[in-house]
T-cell receptor, first 115, second 117 residues
Framework: GNSVTQMEGPVTLSEEAFLTINCTYTATGYPSLFWYVQYPGEGLQLLLK?????DKGSNKGFEATYRKETTSFHLEKGSVQVSDSAVYFC??????????????FGAGTRLAVHP | GAVVSQHPSRVICKSGTSVKIECRSL??????MFWYRQFPKQSLMLMATSNEGSKATYEQGVEKDKFLINHASLTLSTLTVTSAHPEDSSFYIC?????????????FGPGTRLLVL
């Protein structure tokens, strides 16, 4: 079946540190891959996405590359800020979702950035 | 951006009662909304897809008579947890689907925390 595994948190970093949050997936064919972010007290927001192998999604300094060979979609940022503190969810949408973007989520990784 | 609200944000109820959770798209219309459930430190799990004007489509293992979904308008979907029990305590999150320029995006609500005593 389809599933997403991401590293357990919390991840605690100092401001301006390099961030990596690992995400691997299991799926048939070529799913679309997503990173969502949830700030305290708010809903999930789409951070970036990639729809085919070797695509790189990027937004707000965050990047993730769709790696078919390793079934991974690791999230990276070169220099984190305190305002990046949130919970990050990796998700996939299977190839055949019945006509809409059915999402399967990882457990989420909490990131805490301190000054 | 598109905003989705949920009401209430948290609710405590007694076992055996029913609880209704509302999901509203505030500045757009959504023919399709989704309901998710999240247990502590676990994934969001899709419960059902709510389509305006038709019956909801439930995921395998989700009891449709337990979790009643009504999508009566293009801006409102409701989830009613009937005869709630402590094991129904969870975080319920909705999302609304927007299709624009062949790109599909889900906008999520802030979630509703349900505690059944």
């Amino acid at each position: 079946g389809n599933s997403v595994t991401q590293m357990e948190g919390p991840v605690t970093l100092s401001e301006e540190a390099f961030l990596t949050i690992n995400c691997t997936y299991t799926a048939t064919g070529y799913p679309s891959l997503f990173w969502y972010v949830q700030y305290p007290g708010e809903g999930l927001q789409l951070l970036l996405k990639a729809t085919k192998a070797d695509d790189k999604g990027s937004n707000k300094g965050f990047e993730a590359t769709y790696r078919k060979e390793t079934t991974s979609f690791h999230l990276e940022k070169g220099s984190v800020q305190v305002s990046d503190s949130a919970v990050y969810f990796c998700a996939l949408s299977p190839m055949f979702s019945g006509g809409y973007n059915k999402l399967i989520f990882g457990a989420g990784t909490r990131l805490a950035v301190h000054p | 951006g598109a905003v989705v609200s949920q009401h209430p944000s948290r609710v405590i109820c007694k076992s055996g009662t029913s609880v209704k959770i509302e999901c509203r798209s505030l500045d757009f219309q959504a023919t399709t909304m989704f309901w998710y459930r999240q247990f502590p430190k676990q994934s969001l799990m899709l419960m059902a897809t709510s389509n305006e004007g038709s019956k909801a489509t439930y995921e395998q293992g989700v009891e449709k008579d337990k979790f009643l979904i009504n999508h009566a308008s293009l801006t409102l979907s409701t989830l009613t947890v009937t005869s709630a029990h402590p094991e129904d305590s969870s975080f319920y999150i909705c999302s609304a689907r927007v299709l624009a320029d062949l790109q599909e995006t889900q906008y999520f609500g802030p979630g509703t925390r349900l505690l059944v005593l």
